[in-house]
């Protein structure tokens, strides 16, 4: 279930929606009767003007009564408008209709990032009986000089949200080959070329990483491929990883209850990949992408892989498996591996819900990015923060790199002593060890893949985080 919210640019006639929503101090123009003014209604509110804050009003409009909500726009930034929006669309849910109005000077920029955030807002993902459905129309009094930038954002949301729908979907329908059907269907509609790896194909390449790691289950690995092919290309190659465990128990290195409860998002990283592909060319961005999805549903089972197992990695590295809860990094080493001889691409950024400890050391609202690049990194930073999927750099520390020495094979896939600690850093080394010292970037989505309530811009369950930082990155669609 996609944003079931459409936007409209309308100009201002006698045709009304059921609600108008005009920013505080903006113009509210002739029909409008307040039944106090302005300033006293919001100090009677103890409102601000701040992004998020709306105040419902009921006003005359001939005899009839009609709402008006007065929202806060602070600063008018991108980002204090992308909340505003979606205080508003929030506040307009069960209706049909919501008029919009912006004050003058926001410009298309302003516009864009009102109607990203009210359509992120929007995203629902229901099954069964519905609650509230989100507001069917989103009407913008505007300037038609902004539709252009609005349209390229409304891409950019659907494309979010098609990753929150991926990951929200229920392990019991999304194994690996459903995830693969997912991506081809994307391939089909988006113009662009799909390979799925069977389980055979993985074992006749050697990708010993997502074999080992889906060896448990009942549902088959796959490898997935995507590839975008520029119109126009600016001669580069980048090659998105996305993590695509479909549901992670831990394997036998079992989790808890607790700990379970919401690892059908632990695809979010191949998700991302997937929504991103699919909206490349809406966006025209002119670097050649492939995407790489290594999905596995990580089980227990008289078949699993044991603590103690040796498997052999796509390329040929050995890698002794000390903790099956540590598969995320086991599936992206192929993958990365591959990507490394194979697709020959100027950068490789990977994206995976890969550990608990990023969410320890950076909280919810941020994600971690470790890169080999100091160039990549400040690229990434700066998409993050304009497009509101916002990083923190994290330092791959050399010192650390002992901790992933095993006795018997190459690498050892956890800190087995716990002597080094820092296990986002540990974790992001290993990856480092595939990328065949490309320009590389990983980004530990852990933290910021899920949502605990409807906040902002997100709603509570998968947020798609990394997707409008990606396309920002790879065609400055709100730049
Ligand atoms: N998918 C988990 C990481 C995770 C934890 C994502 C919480 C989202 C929320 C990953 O596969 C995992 O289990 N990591 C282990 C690594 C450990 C065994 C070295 C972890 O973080 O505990
Ligand atoms: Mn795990
Ligand atoms: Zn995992």
Do not use: C
């Amino acid at each position: 279930m996609p944003i079931e919210t459409a936007l409209r640019f309308v100009q201002p006639s006698g045709q009304h929606a059921d609600l108008l929503a005009v920013p505080f101090g903006g113009d509210l123009t002739a029909d409008v009767e307040l039944p106090v003014p302005v300033p006293a209604l919001l100090a009677h509110h103890e409102a601000k003007g701040e992004p998020g804050e709306v105040v419902e009003v009921p006003v005359a409009h001939g005899d009839a009564v009609r709402r008006v909500l007065l929202y806060g726009i602070g600063d008018a930034t991108p980002r204090a408008l992308r909340k505003a929006g979606g205080a508003v669309a929030r506040r307009a849910r069960g209706r049909r209709s919501i008029d919009v109005t912006l004050p003058p000077g926001v410009g298309e920029q302003g516009w864009s990032a009102l109607a990203e955030g009210a359509l992120l807002a929007s995203y629902t993902m229901r099954i069964g009986a519905s609650r509230t459905k989100a507001v069917e129309e989103i009407r913008f009094l505007g300037p038609e000089e902004a539709r252009p930038a609005v349209e390229r954002a409304e891409v950019a949301a659907r494309a979010t949200a098609l990753a929150r729908d991926l990951s929200n979907t229920p392990s019991s329908e999304k194994n690996p080959a459903w995830l693969a059907d997912r991506a081809v269907e994307v391939a089909g509609r988006s113009g662009l070329t799909a390979k799925v790896w069977s389980p055979g194909d993985l074992a006749a390449e050697g990708f010993g990483g997502i074999l080992a790691v889906g060896q448990g289950s009942a549902s088959p690995p796959r490898l997935i491929q995507l590839a975008y092919e520029p119109e126009d290309p600016d001669g580069t190659h980048v090659v998105l990883v996305g993590k695509g465990i479909t549901f992670d128990s831990g394997g036998l290195s079992l989790k808890p209850t607790d700990g379970m409860k919401f690892m059908k998002t632990d695809m979010a990283g191949g998700a991302v990949v997937i929504a991103v592909l699919g909206a490349l060319r809406e966006l025209g961005a002119r670097a050649r992408v492939t995407g790489l999805v290594a999905a596995a549903e990580n089980m227990p089972s008289g078949t699993a892989q044991r603590p103690g197992d040796v498997i052999t990695h796509y390329g040929g590295r050995t890698v002794e498996v000390l903790n099956t809860d540590a598969e995320g990094r086991l599936v992206l080493a192929d993958a990365l591996a591959y990507a490394d001889d194979v697709l020959d691409p100027d950068t490789v950024v990977d994206l995976a819900t890969l550990t608990g400890a990023i969410s320890i050391a950076l909280g919810r609202d941020i994600g971690a990015v470790f890169s080999s690049s100091d160039d990549l990194a400040k690229e990434l930073l700066e998409a993050g923060r304009v497009s509101g999927d916002p990083l923190w750099r994290m330092p791959l520390i050399d010192d650390y790199r002992p901790a992933l020495d095993s006795q018997v094979a190459d690498l050892s896939n956890i800190d087995s002593e716990g002597k080094y600690g820092g296990g986002a850093i540990t974790a992001a080394l290993f990856l480092r060890e595939f990328t065949g010292g490309r320009r590389w970037a990983h980004l530990d989505i852990a933290g910021v893949s899920r949502s605990t309530a409807d906040d902002g811009v997100l709603t509570k369950g998968a947020t798609g985080f990394g997707t409008r930082l990606l396309l920002e990155w790879l065609s400055g669609y709100r730049s």
